[in-house]
T-cell receptor
């Protein structure tokens, strides 16, 4: 099916472990984003990517690594998970449009609920 | 950076009532979206509305970009409208969306 899919939907892991959250979109959108959602903070941007092999930090990038070797995939890795990274993670994508990043709507995946014990 | 404020933070409605949610932002934007986060946590696009007025069924939205606010109207509310409504804005250029903290709506039968 067309759209944006995240996997896994739920993940429990332990502190210090590496964990990778996957994001795949079928629209060939140029831009992809990772957000985390925490009570009291709303959604905050972790990293985003304007195209394959181009990534930029968002508001809360520490402790996370991203890569984008293919347009359709944008994995997010926690290299050494900490309890403070327990959160719901959302991936999003958008087309570049003709008037820059701001001129097109973002579309979100269903989220990954990550618990770090 | 840009600030996004939503009001009210919480709202309880009787089924059938109407409501208005507000989003104020601190700078000029060329992207504004309204989302509904349902009780299952999914973020649903409601409107892409950097300016003007749009309607979709019982929902409508108006953005007055020059005055830096947007309004989301919900008419004849239903219990399925419950959830959190987010406003998110983006600058011109290459800046991604900045989200407000949301309005939590509870519609009771």
């Amino acid at each position: 099916d067309a759209g944006i899919t995240q996997s896994p939907r739920y993940k429990i892991t332990e502190t210090g472990r590496q964990v990778t959250l996957m994001c795949h979109q079928t629209w060939s959108h140029s831009y992809m984003f990772w957000y985390r959602q925490d009570l009291g903070h709303g959604l905050r941007l972790i990293y985003y990517s304007a195209a394959a092999d181009i990534t930029d930090k968002g508001e809360v990038p520490d402790g996370y690594v991203v890569s984008r070797s293919k347009t359709e995939n944008f994995p997010l890795t926690l290299e050494s998970a900490t309890r403070s990274q327990t959160s719901v993670y959302f991936c999003a994508s958008k087309d570049s449009g003709t008037r820059g990043i701001g001129s097109q709507p973002q579309h979100f995946g269903d989220g990954t609920r990550l618990s770090i014990l | 950076g840009i600030q996004v404020e939503q009001s009210p933070p919480d709202l309880i409605l009787q089924e059938g009532a109407n409501s208005t949610l507000r989003c104020n932002f601190s700078d000029s934007v060329n992207n504004l979206q309204w989302f509904h986060q349902n009780p299952w946590g999914q973020l649903i696009n409601l409107f892409y509305i950097p300016s003007g007025t749009k309607q979709n069924g019982r929902l409508s939205a108006t953005t007055v970009a020059t005055e830096r606010y947007s309004l989301l109207y919900i008419s004849s509310s239903q219990t399925t409208d419950s959830g959190v409504y987010f406003c998110a804005v983006g600058y011109s250029g290459n800046t991604p969306l900045v989200f407000g903290k949301g309005t939590r709506l509870s519609v009771i039968a």
